[in-house]
């Protein structure tokens, strides 16, 4: 049984201008989602900032959201730390604060082999009673999940149910899904690239696109589950422009100004991050703009 299907949001966490979360506004952007289609809250991922949080502010964030979410939608927790460790802490108290499954990043920096790998996500699983997603973005972590090893690790662990695919290699995407055999739960972790991940069997998105258009995000999938391919294709490609201006900085600097010009929170980020350029900030609202949601 799939931990969810459809848009789940990569929900940012809204910081006060001096640091602090700002639980007011993350209140209202959960609030949003849930009035607008979205069908899943993945929180304290990358767009979460989590690798700024503290461990207590990591799990409060956590806490916080389970408690207003109130089983309306599946909360997933973003647990994952290139420490084992460190993963099967976050995650077995993610578990105890009531989030519906955890999403574990590769190990990053340190990286690992594939049997490496295996035995750490293998480790953090079986710590844990709920569903886990892997999260296989190379990109930051310098470190590929191999298609075998996801499907290994999927038939080998109980409660491993899939993968948010963020490589953006559709090749290796089309060789999970053929050798899978319908093992693995498939998730779009690119809002450029959600329409093609379902053509190959994928069972949703995790998207920062939601953040700021969650009905729309909603949509492409529920259309192409509805047999309407042309319409959902046709969204997808409208959103094209959005996508790329989401992430002609690196996430969550766009979405948080994107975020702020909708009036949905500050804007604020912790550093290493920093405010967005300003000629990248008038792309990205010339692209609201033009799909329509400023």
Do not use: W
Request: hydrophobic fraction near 40%.
């Amino acid at each position: 049984m799939a931990v969810f299907k459809g848009a789940g949001v990569a929900i940012a966490t809204p910081m006060k201008e001096n640091g602090e979360v700002d639980y007011g506004q993350f209140d209202r952007l959960l609030e949003f989602q849930i009035e607008n289609g979205t069908d899943a809250i993945i929180v304290c991922g990358t767009t979460g900032e989590a690798s700024t949080l503290t461990h207590e502010e990591h799990l409060d964030v956590i806490g916080h959201c389970v408690k207003t979410v109130a089983g309306r939608l599946p909360v997933i927790a973003g647990t994952g730390s290139n420490c084992t460790e460190t993963a099967v802490y976050l995650s077995t108290e993610a578990q105890k604060l009531g989030a519906d499954g955890v999403l574990l990043v590769s190990p990053y920096y340190n990286k690992a082999t594939q049997n490496g790998l295996y035995a750490h996500f293998k480790t953090v699983a079986q710590a844990v009673d709920v569903p886990v997603i892997l999260y296989n973005v190379p990109s930051r972590t310098g470190c590929n999940i191999l298609p075998e090893t996801i499907v290994r690790l999927c038939r080998d662990v109980e409660n491993i149910a899939g993968v948010k695919e963020a490589s953006g290699n559709i090749s290796q995407i089309a060789h999970l899904a053929a050798i899978a055999d319908g093992c693995v739960d498939i998730y779009s972790g690119n809002d450029d690239q959600i329409v093609p991940i379902l053509a190959l069997g994928g069972i949703g998105v995790i998207s920062v696109l939601s953040n700021i258009a969650p009905r729309q995000t909603h949509d492409i999938c529920q259309k192409f589950f509805d047999g309407d391919v042309e319409g959902s294709r046709k969204m997808q490609l409208e959103a094209m422009e959005l996508c790329s201006a989401l992430f002609c900085e690196v996430n969550p600097i766009p979405v948080k100004k994107a975020l702020s010009l909708i009036g949905m929170c500050s804007g604020a980020l912790r550093m290493p991050l920093t405010q967005m350029e300003e000629p990248n900030a008038q792309r990205l609202e010339r692209a609201m703009k033009a799909y329509g949601i400023l």
